[in-house]
Structure formats: structure tokens, C-alpha cells
């Protein structure tokens, strides 16, 4: 990973100032009262100074200020604005020093830092009774049910816990003088979270309910709520059910204190809270009818009056009321009197019941009604932990709220005040080893310089509570158990006996002039930490007996009433063996509670009490003082100014912020020690911030940690950011390269494939090309197996050629594709078959003029081709119908020849017969006879049938001669004619006069008629040029041109 060193230390610097301009920013005028932490003040170990902090603050209704992170709380007795749920949405996740101090801050703090450092913590809440412990331990279960994921199942679980607490007060808080909801019991309430952070569950331990006052309240005192509750709210059928009155003041339990009525109470709303509360904690119907049955029942004992009979014992003066606890408790009324009234005794084997006086019977009524109501407190609170219990057995983490009663001093202190105080003197000692003396002696262990903070440490009042063998406890204890004629007194000489010396305890007989003044003969005092009290003996003993007769236990186990059942078991420990004193039941719990406390981190609120009046704005210095005294909230101070307020070991502060310097992430080879040296160089710790110890690293100020945390919430996101891009792209990678590697194999494959096919193909053109050679060296040889294939491909192949380059006309008769030998004969067939296909083509095409005209033609051709010399320059020359038209022949000579219908026509050169002078003449042709004419003369009829023969020259002269038969001499003889048109006159005449074998193609000369017996001749011949002439031998001699054949 990539760090930016400079940036993380600039932007902690930053931070810092950041954290503490914003602390400034966000303070209001009102915040800015006094200092919001006193690590701050000036004048630390003056508690002048501090008290002015408190008292400023307070008039403010600041209520909250911080000792470092202890919080120092003082009770405004007034409803402020600070508990709304925007409040609790601004202290969500927000640094501890960020904002005013608030309990909601610790509360997320420590919600925070379990969730971080996954570890057990607990809050402890102290001070003096009425302080405001049971309201700040409210504040933080609302906080966490409000700030927790929340999912329907948690938000049952979440309702549970919060309404736990209304029915817990219920049963456990009174009014008393110095509150008036005071608890009367110590609640250790656990809360568990899921690794989210999601409350899943909870458990509630229960610490000494103050039994006595079931029975017995001082003035302006008032029993547990649930009794005035039942009375003022219960409905009107639920009273009559249990024989109730609607009148407090009927019932003797509840008048003692002659104070029912409270203007700060509401009984009747508060009873509607509590059924609703037992409805979501799961109290069933008749869980509830049984429970109401026992607070009625004993709000009935009380009122059971007894007076004596005859001979001093006591009867039960209203049977009523004694019905209707027996009605109530499920128990014959029979059995119910006789519990009352007889004890029940042991003597060898026979068991004998011995009559109660009035006094011992109001005592064993009074011991009865203390049993029954504190074990159904005991039930109470187990049911609530089985409605709270969570059944997931994966691992929790807790935030435990110990709000146990306060430091208490009344004018008169009982045996209660002693098990209270004794409590806090303990809870004391815890604090002390946790905070004070644990810290001086960690600074020493880690080797750390460092100045004693002197405090008071009380293990000394311990222990004179409850030493073995020599603590009051222990003294109690043996005055309780030995056998003879013990009594309070007896208890107080022994403890002058015993502990007469010690400097916390004094008598009246042990005290000077002065102490005796303060002291009565029965008294006893210690001076507790938080100061002195002076504790009256009498009921000592009886109240750590807590004495519940036999007979009365029995009594019980005949209960129907399932509650009753339940905490009266008939199974119970044989009553011979003496169960253990009230105190030493507290003092075990005690240690158990220490036990559970040590194994957690602690925090703590400490509330103090401004006045004694229970008023607004009312802050007594005197009071303020005492508590600010015995809280022991100076020495804290000093040991937080003196001290460090956070440290860990080298190894968990390495594993947290290793992530915030390269040299450390991902892991650090070196020892953790150094690894935080490398750290802190790299987030740029002041040298003033931090020192380093033999195993931990201390830092002086929450800010800079906080600075630190902030850093590595920042580089968490950027670090789970980075593993997840890292993660994804590892995962794309991986399914790249395994898209590759599946791409390679398809690829290799068809390669493969394409390979083989190639191989395949070679083979066979191999083969093909062998057996095409082979063909082709046996091609002439007959067809075998070797050059079937070849020949057929050259059969084929001369085939498909030939196809192409057919010859377009029957003309271009060369251009036939040259046969192979193997095909010659084939080729020639088909050649002809082509050329007459050819022939019929045109043929088919040709019109019928042009069909008469090629006939004519064919005709010339086969008189003359190859013949005549000049006859291949006719070819070309279309023939014409006639080449004189009519209008051309003598009207005359038309006349005369017409009836022969004239069927050509042609100029022509005659030549004399007698000295071939040559004249211009017109032959016309007609059906019957050759005509030539003159002009108008017709000149010479030629019959066809006297038409002898027609002789031409081989050579390329146009001359004919007309052979005639000639019987007459008169008869002009033969026509010696030159006509242009030769070949297409001889044609007309060979077809007209079906002539064509008369027509002859002569050599040399020609003989001709003249007349019958005189011949002439006409020579050809070739020559230079054309020439006609007559020659010397009287011949025509006829020279013409040799014409090149075409
Ligand atoms: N934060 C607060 N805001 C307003 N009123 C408060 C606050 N804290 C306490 N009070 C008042 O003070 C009274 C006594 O407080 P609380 O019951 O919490 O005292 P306590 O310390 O639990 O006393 P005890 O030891 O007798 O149980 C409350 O009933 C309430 O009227
Ligand atoms: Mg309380």
C-alpha cells in the first residue's frame, strides 16, 4: 500500500486542531461556561476551583462535565432539553471531546470501543442516594436502544430491557427522604451485544432489597411503589378480586411513613406502565393474577391484627383479612392461623407447636410478609432474565450498568445503611484498584516517571467490615450463630471487644468527651470514607437473622399460588442447617460483583447531589463539596492531570494503527515496542504526547488518540477500499486466467483439429496428385485402374472447357477446343452434333426473303464454287429481284413480253457476233424466254426450251455466252453478253428456266453459233488488266484480272 507519511501527520495535526476548533465552534455561549473537562483547569488540586467549575456549569443546567473520560454529573432535579432523540443522533459516533460533555458521549464511547476492541465493559454509576444513578443508567439504556442496529427480533429484545426498568422500580423503589424513587435493591443490569453491535440480550443481577421497609417505613417514607400502585390504579374488579380497598390509608404497611400521597408520583399512571411493561416481558395471565395476589396478601398480613387469649397467646383478631391470604395465597385458612400463631418445635422425634405471644406473632407476621415479598422480588427479577435471556450461544460482548444505592447517612442507620455503605466502601476499593492505585502502580511497573498522587485508600474500612474472624461482619456473624442469650448489645461489646482500637470505629464507651455527646449508648460509628455515620445495633442482629420461623416456611409450601410455590420449594435446605447471615449472603455477592467488574473495562459516572430539598437550581456547596470529597473525584483528577489518559500494550496498539505507516502494514517484523516507536515517529507524535513503558505505550491526551483513531477510520475505508479492489481484482485475474487457460485448451484443440484436418487434406491431395500423375504416364494406355480417374478428370475437364469456349458461329469452325486423344472421336461427334445444332440456330433465324436469297445463293455456289475465278467476289453481293425496274423497260417491249410475266431483268454489254462490237442491251427473263432487248426492239427471243446451254469462263471476266439451238438459219445464233451481275443473271436464269445444268464453266475458249455452220470463239484469259478486244484470229479475246481468292 501506498502512504502518504506527510499527509497522514498533517492531516492528524490537523485533526487535532480540527477536533478542538470544533469543540470551540460547537460550544454555545452557554457551553463555553467554565471548562467542559477539568483535566483543563488551571488550578487542579483546589477544590474551590473545581467547585466553581460545578457550581457555574450547574447554574447553566450544564450538568455534565468530564474528569477525562470519568463524567461528572450533577442531578438539575428538572426536566432539561438534552435527552431528545436529536441529541442522541448528534452523539452517535462522534469523538468523545467533540462535543459537550453528555452521558450519551460515554455511552457511545463505550459502545464504540467494545465494538472495536471486542472486550466485556462496564459503567459504574455512584453517588449518593438521589444523586441521579437510576436516571443516568435510564439515559444510557435509551441511548443504546436508540442508537443500535435494529431489527424486528432486536427491537423486542430492545423493548424488554427498557421495560424492565418500570417494573423493576416498581417492586424495588420507594420514596424515601432523600429520593423519592429511591432504589431500594443494587441492579447490575448486563448488557449483551451481537459482534454488529445489535442488543440481543440482557441480565439482571439483584443486590440486597431493603426487606424492612415491606413492613416498616420511617416518617415520610413511603413502601415500594407497587403497593400505592395496586391500591391507586388497580382496577375496580382486580380490587374487589383481591379484597382491596381504594385507600392507602386503610392499610397498615402503607401508613407507617404517613406520606402515600407524593405530588412527584403518579401511582395511577405508573401502574398503567408497569401492566404494560408485564405484558412485553412475558408474564403470563396468571403470572400476573399470582403476583397481584401476593402484594395484596401482604398488604392483608399487615393488617392482621392478633390479640391474646386467656392464657397470653396470641389469636388472630380478624379473621377477614386472614382469609382473604388465605384465599389469596392459595393456603387452608386452618394452616395459615396456625403458622401465624404457633412455632413449630423439634424435640427428638416428636414435633410439638408452641403458642406465640401477640408480640412474637406480630414479629413472625412481619418476618413473613419481608419473606414473602423479597423472594417474589427474587422470582421477579429471574423471570425478567429468562424474558431477557438470549438463546444465541455465539460469543457476546457486554456493557454491563452497575446503579447501586448510594453512600447513605440518616439520622438514625440501621443495619441497611451498614450493608449500603459497606457496598460503597467496596465499590470504593474497586475504583481505587482500578483507577488510582492501579494506575500509580502500572506507571511504575512500565517503568514510566512519574509523581504519587497521595489518596485515601478506604481497604482499611474494608477490612474492618469484613475481615475474617475480626470484621464487623464476622462479629455479627458469631453473635448471630452462638448459641446462649445474644443481643444488638452483646454485638456492640464484642466490636468494642474486639475492634475497640481501630482507628474507624468508635462507641460511646470507646469515644472521648466530645464523641460520647454525639453518640447514644447503643451506637456505633465508622468513619467511612465518604465520612462518618453512626449506626444504631439495634435490629442487627434480628435483620441478619432475617428469621423466618419454620412453621411459617411450611406454612408456605401449602401455597397455590404459583409464585409462592416457586420461591416456598418444598424441597428447601433442612431448616436445621443454618442458612447464611443476610450480611454474609451481601458480602459473597459482593465479591461476586467485584469478580464481574474486574474482568471488564471500567468507566464511570459519578452523580452528585446539589441540595438536599430535591430542588432546581439550588446548589449547596457544603453537600456539593462532601460528595466531591468522598467520590474521590480530586484524586482522580490529579492522577488524569498527572497521568496518561490512555495506553495500551505495544502489541494491540500495533494491531489497530499498524495501517496508518508503511514501515508497519501489513505486518511489522520487529518487536511490537518498536514497531509503535516506527508507528509514532510516523504519525508524528509531540515528544510531550506520549511515553513509552516496559510493555505499553501511554498517551497523554484523548485528542491525540482520538486524532489517531480518526486517521485510521479514514484509512480503514481506504484499506478495505484497497483489499476489496485488490480482492476483486485478484478474482477478476483469476477468472482471466482461467478464461485464458480455457481459451489455450479450445485453441490448442482446434489447432489441433485444424492440424489433423490440414494432415488429412495433404494426404489426400498427395494421393490425389500420385494418382493424377499416374493417370497422367498412363493416360495413353487403355483405360485401367491407374488412369480411370484421370481420364475421367480429363474428360471431365475437356468437357467443362469446351463448354466455355463454344464456337459463338458455324464460321468459326477452328476454333473447335482441341481434343485429348482420348476424346477425339467424342470430340468430333459432338462437334458435328454442335455445328448442326449451330446450322439449325441460324437457320431457324433466318427470314424467309433472306431464305430465298441463300437458296439462290447455294444455288450460285454449287454452279460456280471453286470454279470461277471472280465467283467468291459475288458471294457478298445480295442478289436483287430484278435490276431494271419496269419503268426502265420499253412500254413496247413490255407489252410484248408481259403475258410472260417478267421475272428479271438485267443490263448487259452484247457483243456483235460479227465483229463483237458491244452494245448496250436489257435481258429480261420471263417465264417463258430469255429476252434482249433494244429499246424498244426486242432484239432476240430465246426459248427456253432452244436454250442449248450457257457457257461462263473459269477466270474473273463477266462474260456468258447463251448457246442456242440454231435450225434456221435466219435464226440469229448465240448471245455473247458481259453483264455486272453474272453470277446473279445465270442464277435467276438457272432457277427460272431450270437451267442449272446447262450452265457450264469453260477453260480457255469458248466456241459459239453465229449463224448454224459458222462458229466464233472467245478466248479468255488472264491478264494485266482487263482488256476485250478481238484478236488477230478473229477471236473475242476476253483478258481479265487474276483475282487473289479470298
Ligand atoms: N438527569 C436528570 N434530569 C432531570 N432530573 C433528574 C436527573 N437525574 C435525576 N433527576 C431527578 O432526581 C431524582 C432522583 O434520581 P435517581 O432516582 O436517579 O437517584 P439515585 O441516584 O438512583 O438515587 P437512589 O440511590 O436513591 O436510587 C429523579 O427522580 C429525578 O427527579
Ligand atoms: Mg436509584
Known amino acids: 500500500?501506498?502512504?502518504?507519511?506527510?499527509?497522514?501527520?498533517?492531516?492528524?495535526?490537523?485533526?487535532?486542531?480540527?477536533?478542538?476548533?470544533?469543540?470551540?465552534?460547537?460550544?454555545?455561549?452557554?457551553?463555553?461556561?467554565?471548562?467542559?473537562?477539568?483535566?483543563?483547569?488551571?488550578?487542579?488540586?483546589?477544590?474551590?476551583?473545581?467547585?466553581?467549575?460545578?457550581?457555574?456549569?450547574?447554574?447553566?443546567?450544564?450538568?455534565?462535565?468530564?474528569?477525562?473520560?470519568?463524567?461528572?454529573?450533577?442531578?438539575?432535579?428538572?426536566?432539561?432539553?438534552?435527552?431528545?432523540?436529536?441529541?442522541?443522533?448528534?452523539?452517535?459516533?462522534?469523538?468523545?471531546?467533540?462535543?459537550?460533555?453528555?452521558?450519551?458521549?460515554?455511552?457511545?464511547?463505550?459502545?464504540?470501543?467494545?465494538?472495536?476492541?471486542?472486550?466485556?465493559?462496564?459503567?459504574?454509576?455512584?453517588?449518593?442516594?438521589?444523586?441521579?444513578?437510576?436516571?443516568?443508567?435510564?439515559?444510557?439504556?435509551?441511548?443504546?436502544?436508540?442508537?443500535?442496529?435494529?431489527?424486528?427480533?432486536?427491537?423486542?429484545?430492545?423493548?424488554?430491557?427498557?421495560?424492565?426498568?418500570?417494573?423493576?422500580?416498581?417492586?424495588?423503589?420507594?420514596?424515601?427522604?432523600?429520593?423519592?424513587?429511591?432504589?431500594?435493591?443494587?441492579?447490575?443490569?448486563?448488557?449483551?451485544?451481537?459482534?454488529?453491535?445489535?442488543?440481543?440480550?440482557?441480565?439482571?443481577?439483584?443486590?440486597?432489597?431493603?426487606?424492612?421497609?415491606?413492613?416498616?417505613?420511617?416518617?415520610?417514607?413511603?413502601?415500594?411503589?407497587?403497593?400505592?400502585?395496586?391500591?391507586?390504579?388497580?382496577?375496580?374488579?382486580?380490587?374487589?378480586?383481591?379484597?382491596?380497598?381504594?385507600?392507602?390509608?386503610?392499610?397498615?404497611?402503607?401508613?407507617?411513613?404517613?406520606?402515600?400521597?407524593?405530588?412527584?408520583?403518579?401511582?395511577?399512571?405508573?401502574?398503567?406502565?408497569?401492566?404494560?411493561?408485564?405484558?412485553?416481558?412475558?408474564?403470563?395471565?396468571?403470572?400476573?393474577?399470582?403476583?397481584?395476589?401476593?402484594?395484596?396478601?401482604?398488604?392483608?398480613?399487615?393488617?392482621?391484627?392478633?390479640?391474646?387469649?386467656?392464657?397470653?397467646?396470641?389469636?388472630?383478631?380478624?379473621?377477614?383479612?386472614?382469609?382473604?391470604?388465605?384465599?389469596?395465597?392459595?393456603?387452608?385458612?386452618?394452616?395459615?392461623?396456625?403458622?401465624?400463631?404457633?412455632?413449630?418445635?423439634?424435640?427428638?422425634t416428636e414435633e410439638v407447636f408452641s403458642p406465640f405471644s401477640v408480640e412474637h406473632a406480630v414479629y413472625a407476621r412481619d418476618a413473613l410478609a419481608k419473606a414473602i415479598y423479597g423472594r417474589t422480588f427474587n422470582w421477579l427479577v429471574n423471570k425478567i432474565n429468562e424474558s431477557l435471556a438470549n438463546q444465541d450461544s455465539s460469543r457476546k460482548t457486554v456493557i454491563g450498568l452497575l446503579d447501586i444505592y448510594g453512600f447513605e447517612v440518616f439520622s438514625v442507620n440501621s443495619f441497611e445503611q451498614f450493608c449500603i455503605n459497606y457496598c460503597n466502601e467496596k465499590l470504593q476499593q474497586l475504583f481505587i484498584q482500578l483507577t488510582l492505585k492501579s494506575e500509580q502502580e502500572e506507571y511504575e511497573l512500565e517503568g514510566i516517571e512519574w509523581e504519587p498522587v497521595p489518596y485515601f485508600n478506604n481497604k482499611i474500612i474494608c477490612d474492618l467490615v469484613e475481615e475474617k474472624f475480626r470484621g464487623i461482619i464476622s462479629l455479627l456473624d458469631e453473635e448471630c450463630l452462638r448459641p446462649g442469650e445474644a443481643t444488638d448489645l452483646t454485638f456492640l461489646e464484642k466490636m468494642e471487644e474486639k475492634i475497640g482500637g481501630h482507628p474507624h470505629f468508635v462507641t460511646h464507651k470507646l469515644g472521648d468527651k466530645n464523641t460520647r455527646k454525639t453518640l447514644e449508648r447503643g451506637d456505633f460509628r465508622l468513619l467511612h470514607y465518604a465520612g462518618e455515620v453512626t449506626y444504631c445495633v439495634v435490629g442487627f442482629l434480628d435483620k441478619n437473622n432475617d428469621l423466618l420461623y419454620r412453621s411459617g416456611k411450611e406454612v408456605m409450601q401449602h401455597s397455590k399460588n404459583g409464585i409462592i410455590k416457586h420461591c416456598f420449594p418444598s424441597s428447601e435446605p433442612d431448616t436445621k442447617k443454618r442458612p447464611e447471615t443476610v450480611v454474609t449472603q451481601f458480602k459473597n455477592s459482593l465479591v461476586g460483583l467485584t469478580e464481574i467488574l474486574m474482568s471488564k473495562e471500567p468507566w464511570y459516572v459519578r452523580c452528585i447531589k446539589p441540595n438536599e430539598a430535591k430542588q432546581p437550581a439550588r446548589f449547596d456547596d457544603v453537600l456539593v463539596r462532601h460528595q466531591v470529597k468522598y467520590l474521590g473525584l480530586m484524586e482522580h483528577l490529579r492522577v488524569r492531570r498527572a497521568g496518561f489518559a490512555y495506553r495500551r500494550k505495544y502489541e494491540i496498539f500495533l494491531q489497530r494503527y499498524k495501517a496508518l505507516c508503511p514501515d508497519t502494514w501489513p505486518n511489522w517484523k520487529g518487536t511490537p515496542a518498536e514497531g509503535v516507536r516506527c508507528l509514532i515517529k510516523h504519525l508524528g507524535y509531540k515528544t510531550d504526547e506520549y511515553k513509552f513503558g516496559r510493555t505499553k505505550i501511554f498517551i497523554r491526551h484523548p485528542r491525540t488518540l482520538f486524532a489517531t483513531e480518526d486517521a485510521f477510520q479514514v484509512c480503514k475505508h481506504q484499506l478495505a477500499t484497497r483489499i476489496q479492489a485488490k480482492y476483486k481484482g485478484w478474482r477478476v485475474k483469476e477468472g482471466y486466467l482461467k478464461q485464458k487457460e480455457a481459451a489455450t485448451k479450445i485453441e490448442n484443440c482446434w489447432r489441433g483439429l485444424l492440424a489433423r484436418k490440414e494432415r488429412e487434406r495433404r494426404a489426400w491431395a498427395v494421393k490425389v496428385i500420385k494418382r493424377f500423375i499416374k493417370g497422367f504416364m498412363t493416360r495413353n494406355q487403355p483405360a485401367c485402374v491407374d488412369n480411370s480417374e484421370y481420364l475421367a478428370y480429363v474428360r471431365q475437364n475437356y468437357l467443362t472447357r469446351l463448354k466455355e469456349i463454344l464456337p459463338k458461329t458455324v464460321l468459326e469452325t477452328d476454333s473447335w477446343l482441341t481434343p485429348p486423344p482420348i476424346l477425339k472421336e467424342a470430340s468430333q461427334l459432338l462437334q458435328n452434333i454442335y455445328t448442326r445444332y449451330l446450322v439449325r440456330q441460324y437457320v431457324r433465324e433466318i427470314a424467309p426473303e433472306r431464305k430465298s436469297q441463300l437458296l439462290l445463293k447455294a444455288q450460285t455456289s454449287s454452279m460456280f464454287k471453286g470454279k470461277k475465278e471472280n465467283y467468291p467476289f459475288s458471294v457478298y453481293r445480295p442478289f436483287v429481284d430484278t435490276r431494271i425496274a419496269l419503268e426502265d423497260i420499253n412500254l413496247k417491249v413490255l407489252q410484248t413480253v408481259q403475258q410472260e410475266h417478267i421475272k428479271y431483268s438485267v443490263p448487259v454489254v452484247k457483243y456483235d457476233r460479227n465483229g463483237f462490237r458491244p452494245r448496250l442491251r436489257q435481258l429480261i427473263f420471263t417465264q417463258e424466254a430469255a429476252y434482249l432487248v433494244e429499246e424498244t426492239k426486242i432484239k432476240q427471243r430465246i426459248d427456253y426450251a432452244s436454250l442449248k446451254g450457257v457457257s461462263v469462263s473459269n477466270l474473273s471476266d463477266n462474260f456468258l455466252i447463251l448457246h442456242v439451238i440454231c435450225d434456221d438459219i435466219k435464226q440469229k445464233g448465240d448471245l455473247v453478253l458481259q453483264c455486272d451481275y453474272l453470277f446473279e443473271a445465270l442464277t435467276k436464269l438457272s432457277v427460272i428456266a431450270d437451267k442449272q445444268s446447262c450452265i457450264k464453266v469453260v477453260q480457255g475458249s469458248v466456241r459459239f453459233d453465229i449463224q448454224p455452220g459458222r462458229e466464233g470463239f472467245v478466248d479468255f484469259k488472264s491478264g494485266q488488266e482487263s482488256m476485250v478486244y478481238r484478236a488477230k484470229n478473229g477471236h473475242l479475246m476476253v483478258e481479265s484480272t487474276r483475282m487473289k481468292s479470298r
Open 1 to 348: 500500500m501506498t502512504h502518504r507519511p506527510l499527509e497522514v501527520q498533517e492531516s492528524l495535526e490537523e485533526r487535532c486542531n480540527r477536533i478542538l476548533r470544533n469543540m470551540e465552534a460547537s460550544l454555545t455561549a452557554r457551553d463555553r461556561v467554565g471548562i467542559q473537562d477539568f483535566v483543563l483547569l488551571d488550578a487542579y488540586t483546589s477544590e474551590s476551583a473545581f467547585l466553581d467549575n460545578l457550581r457555574k456549569r450547574f447554574h447553566e443546567n450544564l450538568i455534565y462535565t468530564y474528569i477525562g473520560t470519568l463524567l461528572v454529573s450533577v442531578n438539575p432535579y428538572k426536566d432539561l432539553d438534552i435527552y431528545s432523540k436529536k441529541q442522541m443522533d448528534t452523539y452517535m459516533g462522534v469523538n468523545f471531546f467533540e462535543l459537550p460533555p453528555h452521558i450519551y458521549a460515554l455511552a457511545d464511547n463505550v459502545f464504540r470501543t467494545m465494538l472495536s476492541e471486542f472486550n466485556n465493559h462496564f459503567i459504574l454509576i455512584s453517588g449518593e442516594s438521589g444523586a441521579g444513578k437510576t436516571e443516568a443508567s435510564k439515559k444510557i439504556l435509551q441511548f443504546y436502544a436508540v442508537s443500535c442496529p435494529s431489527t424486528r427480533l432486536l427491537n423486542n429484545v430492545r423493548d424488554r430491557l427498557l421495560l424492565s426498568n418500570p417494573v423493576l422500580e416498581a417492586f424495588g423503589n420507594a420514596k424515601t427522604l432523600k429520593n423519592d424513587n429511591s432504589s431500594r435493591f443494587g441492579k447490575y443490569m448486563d448488557i449483551e451485544f451481537d459482534h454488529r453491535g445489535g442488543a440481543v440480550g440482557g441480565h439482571i443481577l439483584s443486590y440486597l432489597l431493603e426487606k424492612s421497609r415491606v413492613v416498616h417505613q420511617n416518617h415520610g417514607e413511603r413502601n415500594f411503589h407497587i403497593f400505592y400502585q395496586l391500591v391507586e390504579g388497580g382496577e375496580e374488579e382486580l380490587l374487589r378480586w383481591l379484597g382491596l380497598e381504594r385507600n392507602c390509608k386503610n392499610y397498615r404497611y402503607l401508613v407507617q411513613g404517613d406520606c402515600a400521597k407524593v405530588s412527584s408520583i403518579n401511582d395511577k399512571s405508573d401502574w398503567r406502565t408497569v401492566r404494560k411493561a408485564l405484558s412485553v416481558i412475558d408474564f403470563s395471565e396468571s403470572d400476573t393474577e399470582h403476583l397481584f395476589g401476593i402484594i395484596a396478601s401482604v398488604l392483608h398480613l399487615g393488617n392482621l391484627k392478633f390479640e391474646a387469649d386467656a392464657r397470653g397467646y396470641a389469636t388472630v383478631k380478624n379473621n377477614q383479612e386472614m382469609q382473604w391470604v388465605s384465599k389469596l395465597l392459595g393456603i387452608p385458612g386452618q394452616v395459615l392461623q396456625q403458622g401465624l400463631t404457633h412455632r413449630k418445635i423439634e424435640a427428638k
